[in-house]
């Protein structure tokens, strides 16, 4: 929610007209839909940690090149499109994640309270990219840190014991 809070706010402040944001914004919306499938299939496909790891990277990345390229209307949308081909490819890893560790049966209940983190991170993104921003007078900060995170985010899906939670059987007396 940082980006979605934010982008149009920083590319104003470096001075870009207002279309530029709103075009950003858009290829986010457009290419989330082709990454949240591509990331899926590659979920099918391949171990879903390891692809989750891969789109972390990716993420950090696309963050660190829009941080450090010089802010154009073209480096904008192009960053609009590549943040969003990996914006909501977590859900459907993070669902499958979830249903090939613990089952079906507990599927609901569990990415229930995923989906409920989340949206508390959507929540410290926003708030807090504010509040750098007040602090700072600048978004540098605050990017960087979005970067440190999904480098921790990368690194922290590598370890999953992503095999399924076996439950004892209980056998009638």
């Known amino acids: 929610m940082f980006i979605a809070?934010?982008?149009?706010?920083?590319?104003?402040?470096?001075?870009?007209?207002?279309?530029?944001?709103?075009?950003?914004?858009?290829?986010?919306?457009?290419?989330?839909?082709?990454?949240?499938?591509f990331w899926g299939l590659m979920g099918d496909r391949f171990n879903k940690r390891y692809v989750m790891t891969s789109l972390y990277t990716m993420r950090a990345i696309v963050l660190a090149l829009f941080v450090t390229v010089p802010l154009s209307t073209q480096s904008a949308t192009v960053f609009g499109a590549a943040i969003g081909f990996c914006w909501l490819g977590t859900v459907p890893l993070t669902s499958g994640l979830v249903r090939q560790i613990f089952g079906a049966k507990y599927m609901s209940t569990l990415y229930g309270l995923v989906f409920f983190t989340h949206q508390i991170g959507s929540f410290l993104g926003a708030w807090v990219g504010g509040r750098v921003f007040d602090h700072y007078g600048s978004y540098t900060p605050i990017w960087w840190t979005t970067v440190i995170l999904a480098i921790v985010a990368a690194l922290l899906h590598l370890p999953i014991n992503d095999k399924p939670v076996t439950r004892p059987v209980i056998q009638p007396a």
């Open 5 to 37: 809070t934010h982008l149009p706010s920083y590319i104003a402040d470096k001075g870009l007209p207002g279309n530029t944001a709103a075009m950003a914004l858009a290829y986010v919306g457009i290419f989330n839909i082709f990454g949240s499938y």
